[in-house]
């Protein structure tokens, strides 16, 4: 059984923060990975970070500098998303991803995740 259950979304006003929460539950693979993803109405879906189990992260040039990317330190595949600073512009649906493994070149590429949430909406008003 496979279970990715994003949460922590919500309305804020612009440069205000939020902090996503994922956990993941995955019998099928070892997880080596997790992501973040979005996507915007009218938009095609975006990386924006991930995490890898080596403690690599990864930022999109869009959130880079927000956006802090964190596991759970006491739960096996958890990880989080610190939203600082946020605009307009990051409002989305944010999709919780898990993989067998990521790199620089393909940690936003989608079909590199095989198992995703039900996403979360964030909303931030101007």
């Known amino acids: 059984e496979v279970q990715v259950v994003e949460s922590g979304g919500g309305l804020v006003q612009a440069g205000g923060s939020l902090r996503l929460s994922c956990a993941a539950s995955?019998?099928?693979?070892?997880?080596?990975?997790m992501g973040w993803f979005r996507q915007a109405p009218g938009k095609d879906r975006e990386g924006v970070s991930a995490?890898?189990?080596?403690?690599?992260?990864?930022y999109s040039d869009s959130v880079k500098g927000r956006f802090a990317i964190s596991s759970g330190d006491n739960a096996k595949n958890t990880m989080y998303l610190q939203m600082n600073s946020l605009k307009p512009e990051d409002t989305a649906i944010y999709y919780c991803?898990?993989?067998?493994?990521?790199?620089?070149?393909?940690?936003?590429?989608?079909?590199?995740?095989?198992?995703w949430g039900q996403g979360t909406q964030v909303t931030v008003s101007s």
């Open positions: 995490i890898s189990s080596d403690g690599s992260t990864y």
């Open positions: 991803a898990v993989s067998e493994g990521i790199d620089y070149f393909t940690w936003n590429r989608g079909q590199r995740y095989h198992y």
């Open positions: 995955v019998s099928t693979f070892d997880v080596h990975a």
